[in-house]
């Protein structure tokens, strides 16, 4: 405890002296479970991002004549389509909300890093995007006439391409916090730079579905994967400076 | 103790505290006054490590606050106009989850304490958004001393809140902030604060107008500051 602080305070000690081992990963973990401990109480976010991949997935279905041969051309865009959007309807809310409700700076004042935050957050985010992946996945295998042989590898291209697509959204929400547009800045501000995921999902899970061999599309995963780590990497450094105002 | 030294805060041009230094001895009871636009809030929220200077530094017994804000933030609690709660989940959600953040050794039991002290126990299952603004104020006082800080900072805690609820919240703040703590408080309302403070900071245009013992001070003198 700093010095010159009352003394008769320590013997009424009720945190450790010194943080806990794992206290950081607690954090986050203590971060993100309490948004979806909020969420399931509201289920307003989740209720939105179904209906709205719901129905983009339908609409695709038959709005287009898809007949066996087209199908394959469409079907990656339609999933990254219905993925991208939905989850931008709940990255919006991920700071937006903890500012409009004024908790922004109870996360602040808490005594962790501030990457814990962010991390937190980014994991919520993660988790809550998964969930509806998890819905329309099956979905998307059934309207779009795709064989269940696919489900793992791509379940491995929509994993990285979330990773990707909340990392780098998260950091944007919290950027755009401080403004007065927010709702429309963060697509704008967030789209062109994810450009590299969507484009590498897109041609991973088109490969996919198209059975080709990995060495067509390893460069494509290369730059997937370098640009999940390369944003977690800068969002991790540039988080402090983000929300301080 | 706590020393703030030459500190000064500028919004782009806009220069909110103009090189303000003074010290908070530990157990002092301090009541920050000024008008609206004044920095009291910006100074609290330097204080509580929320914001960072433009210059100066501000010193929480022998450490800069700058280069240990994480550390600090074990010894400080906040309650301020907004609640920092959330008011979906239910009080004991909110608290369990402060006491996740701030390392609370048997969290059980102290929130059970705090709830207890506040007056909200048996309301601790209802969630935030049911509770009247006196209860989330009280909450609030919860969640800032769960961790048993041994600074607090009061910004304005009886913003919103009628001359009951005002009066009650004054009563529990005397009950559980100034046992053995450092305070520093904010509040329009002079005569609560010269009440319950022993020492009264006023800020003007961004610099200490007085600073002075509690017993030293008219309200009819520093109301004077008000009506400039």
């Known amino acids: ?245 | 103790m706590i020393k703030v030294r030459n500190l000064v805060k500028a919004f782009g041009t806009r220069v909110v505290l103009r090189n303000i230094s003074f010290d908070i001895e530990p157990g002092e009871f301090i009541t920050l006054l000024g008008v609206n636009g004044a920095g009291k809030t910006t100074l609290m929220s330097i204080v509580a490590t929320l914001s960072k200077p433009t210059a100066g530094k501000i010193f929480i017994g022998d450490m800069d606050t700058q280069q240990h804000a994480a550390y600090i933030r074990r010894y400080i609690g906040l309650v301020s106009h907004k609640t920092l709660l959330y008011d979906d989940l239910s009080g004991e959600q909110n608290l369990r989850f402060y006491a996740r953040m701030y390392d609370v050794e048997h969290p059980v039991e102290r929130i059970e304490t705090v709830l207890r002290q506040v007056g909200l126990w048996g309301r601790q299952k209802d969630p935030v958004r049911t509770y009247s603004r006196g209860m989330q104020q009280r909450l609030a006082i919860a969640r800032a001393i769960l961790h048993n800080p041994p600074i607090l900072l009061l910004d304005e805690p009886d913003t919103g809140l009628d001359q009951g609820a005002a009066s009650m919240l004054g009563e529990l703040l005397a009950a559980v902030g100034t046992a053995q703590r450092t305070v520093l408080m904010t509040t329009h309302n002079l005569e609560r604060g010269l009440s319950l403070g022993n020492r009264v900071l006023m800020l003007s245009d961004g610099k200490i107008a007085v600073d002075m013992p509690r017993e030293d001070v008219s309200i009819e003198a520093l109301a004077h500051y008000y009506q400039q």
């Open chain 1, 1 to 245: 405890m700093p010095q010159n602080l009352s003394s008769s305070i320590t013997s009424d000690r009720v945190i450790s002296e010194h943080p806990p081992q794992f206290a950081y990963l607690h954090k986050v973990l203590a971060i993100a479970g309490k948004d979806i401990a909020a969420e399931l109480r509201t289920k307003e976010m989740m209720s939105a991002m179904f209906v709205f991949s719901l129905l983009v997935i339908f609409i695709f279905n038959f709005a287009f004549d898809l007949r066996t041969d087209n199908a394959n051309t469409l079907a990656p865009g339609v999933l990254w389509v219905a993925i991208a959007f939905a989850g931008m309807l709940g990255l919006g809310r991920s700071f937006i909300t903890e500012r409009d409700r004024g908790s922004l700076e109870g996360l602040l004042l808490a005594p962790v890093d501030r990457s814990a935050i962010y991390f937190g957050k980014f994991l919520g985010n993660v988790l809550f995007i998964s969930v509806v992946e998890v819905v329309i996945l099956p979905l998307f295998i059934v309207f779009f006439n795709q064989p269940l042989g696919i489900i793992v590898p791509l379940v491995g291209v929509i994993v990285l391409g979330t990773i990707g697509f909340a990392g780098v959204g998260t950091l944007f929400s919290a950027m755009v916090i401080h403004t007065r547009a927010r709702d429309v800045l963060l697509p704008i501000m967030l789209f062109p730079v994810v450009v590299p995921v969507l484009l590498s999902a897109v041609r991973l899970t088109a490969g996919i579905l198209d059975n080709l061999p990995f060495e067509d599309v390893q460069n494509w995963l290369g730059l997937l994967v370098a640009f999940d780590l390369i944003f977690l990497a800068v969002s991790y450094m540039m988080f402090e400076y983000v929300v301080e105002e």
